[in-house]
């Protein structure tokens, strides 16, 4: 990062571009928490150039109605949807993704994953750390894949953090006991929204104003005093060396692009499905979420630096009138981001850098239910995968007739997460102490091969 002054640095303070940091959410008390990420920044950068971003589908898709349709079963199993061939002979698909069945040869499927627990939260746990969850599901006793990135790697852009949440932390996703250095980074706000946005309250402690930061020297100082009252509500985790470090990455021209999503050519934003007048309460009812903005965010981050994002695609519940759901909303609004990232990271020379994940906690019933719709499923469920190492075109595993269970080369979440660290250069075998004892990075799992 180029050496800026002491004037530069309170000129950026007093006059940011607010409009980009709406867009990043990077206001707010989890701005100033970067401070802590920045620890790991000592170490150096290690490992490889490439990044990862994980498509977290919250609430378990289903594979019957996406990735694994299954046309010969019957009638209250196959479900509504018919299935359609694809770019590559001998693979098909649900005939509501007809984008993604075209550009079939650009990515795969893993279609024999499967775990024990059919909660949400535990299965968060399972997908994002490897290990089964304590007794909360929702905290995380073991590091989530982010954070494990953050520490053996640290950042790979030192203005950027090398772990991203977009909007916000999900169960499963927190550090553990790798401590706050390398928690993700919450965006907070939501680049899904579209039009006003609640501005995260952000002040500085009371008794310090920018005219009293005058240079790097009290400028330690003056946030050591920030710290000690804003501690008292909150506002700030830590305040230290690497606390200025910090509003030098929030501050920066690096960040401010990296977040500025109005950069971004409309007709870009348009193939990834960016609505301006998108509702969120009417697309909450209907079952359509908006990811484009997103996705357009993730891919800004792993072009500018970040190691690992991780985007909050959710709520794929579909317990009730779920076909209804699946067809009005949540499957053409994914066939047509998923199918605009992939194009848009090949079209920039990413792909083969960027391993994109797509999956949720589980997968849903084969039976459906008597409300149309499908029941949270573990036993088998799909995950698919592009770029990076991972040829396109190829599916992994196999299930039974009915979708029920695994029929061949069965796959876990362990095994998803080692592919994960390997396009990433993490050191699965190592261990960090908790308690007093080694855990060790993933209890199990090895690279899912047969992907490359």
């Given amino acids: 990062m180029p050496a800026r002054t002491c004037r530069d640095f309170r000129s950026s303070l007093a006059h940011p571009d607010r409009r980009s940091f709406v867009k990043a959410g990077i206001l707010g008390t989890a701005g100033l928490s970067l401070g802590g990420l920045l620890k790991a920044q000592e170490r150096g950068s290690r490992g490889s150039v490439n990044n990862v971003i994980i498509l977290w589908m919250r609430g378990g898709p289903s594979h019957h109605d996406m990735w694994d349709p299954k046309p010969d079963a019957p009638v209250e199993v196959r479900g509504?949807?018919?299935?359609?061939?694809?770019?590559?002979?001998?693979?098909?698909?649900?005939?509501?993704?007809?984008?993604?069945?075209?550009?079939?040869?650009?990515?795969?499927?893993?279609?024999?994953?499967?775990?024990?627990?059919?909660?949400?939260?535990?299965?968060?746990?399972?997908?994002?750390?490897?290990?089964?969850?304590?007794?909360?599901p929702g905290e995380n006793i073991y590091?989530?894949?982010?954070?494990?990135?953050?520490?053996?790697?640290?950042?790979?852009?030192?203005?950027?953090?090398?772990?991203?949440?977009?909007?916000?932390?999900?169960?499963?996703?927190?550090?553990?006991?790798?401590?706050?250095?390398?928690?993700?980074?919450?965006?907070?706000?939501?680049p899904a929204n579209v039009g006003p946005f609640k501005l995260p309250n952000f002040q500085l402690a009371s008794g310090v104003t920018l005219d009293q930061v005058g240079d790097r020297k009290?400028?330690?100082?003056?946030?050591?005093?920030?710290?000690?009252?804003?501690?008292?509500?909150?506002?700030?985790?830590?305040?230290?060396?690497?606390?200025?470090?910090?509003?030098?990455?929030?501050?920066?021209?690096?960040a401010r692009d990296a977040f500025d999503l109005d950069k971004e050519p409309m007709k870009l934003r348009e193939r990834y499905g960016f609505m301006p007048a998108y509702d969120p309460k009417a697309a909450n009812r209907c079952g359509a979420p908006n990811w484009a903005q997103r996705m357009i965010l993730a891919r800004r981050l792993v072009e500018a630096g970040v190691r690992l994002v991780t985007?909050?695609?959710?709520?794929?519940?579909?317990?009730?009138?779920?076909?209804?759901?699946?067809?009005?909303?949540?499957?053409?609004?994914?066939?047509?981001?998923?199918?605009?990232?992939?194009?848009?990271?090949?079209a920039r020379g990413l792909l083969e850098t960027t391993l994109v994940l797509a999956w949720g906690e589980f997968g849903r019933t084969p039976k459906v239910n008597n409300d149309a719709?499908?029941?949270?499923?573990?036993?088998?469920?799909?995950?698919?995968?592009?770029?990076?190492?991972?040829?396109?075109?190829?599916?992994?595993?196999?299930?039974?007739?009915?979708?029920?269970?695994?029929k061949t080369n069965p796959k876990t979440p362990q095994d998803v997460l080692a592919t994960v660290h390997k396009h990433l250069g993490v050191d699965t075998e190592a261990s960090y102490m908790s308690n007093g004892r080694p855990i060790a990075v993933l209890p199990s799992g090895r690279s899912i091969e047969e992907l490359f």
């Avoid at 005939?95 to 627990?117: C, F, G, N």
């Avoid at 759901?325 to 194009?343: H, K, M, V, Y």
């Avoid at 007739?401 to 695994?406: K, M, V």
């Fill in 373 to 406: 719709g499908r029941d949270h499923y573990p036993n088998v469920f799909s995950g698919v995968l592009a770029g990076g190492p991972v040829k396109g075109g190829r599916v992994v595993g196999e299930s039974d007739a009915i979708g029920a269970f695994p």
């Fill in 311 to 346: 985007v909050d695609c959710r709520w794929w519940d579909t317990h009730v009138k779920g076909f209804e759901s699946l067809r009005d909303g949540f499957l053409p609004r994914w066939d047509q981001a998923f199918t605009a990232l992939i194009d848009d990271l090949d």
């Fill in 80 to 136: 509504e949807f018919g299935v359609t061939n694809t770019s590559v002979p001998g693979i098909r698909l649900s005939d509501m993704l007809p984008q993604s069945a075209k550009m079939m040869h650009k990515w795969s499927i893993v279609r024999s994953l499967h775990h024990h627990d059919a909660g949400h939260s535990a299965g968060d746990q399972i997908c994002f750390t490897g290990y089964n969850p304590g007794p909360d």
């Fill in 143 to 190: 590091p989530s894949v982010g954070s494990v990135v953050s520490k053996q790697l640290g950042h790979l852009n030192p203005s950027m953090p090398p772990y991203v949440m977009i909007p916000r932390l999900l169960p499963g996703a927190n550090s553990a006991y790798l401590g706050v250095a390398h928690k993700p980074f919450e965006t907070q706000a939501d």
């Fill in 218 to 254: 009290t400028l330690l100082r003056d946030f050591d005093r920030m710290r000690r009252d804003a501690d008292r509500t909150g506002q700030i985790e830590a305040a230290d060396k690497f606390q200025a470090k910090a509003w030098e990455i929030l501050t920066s021209e690096a």
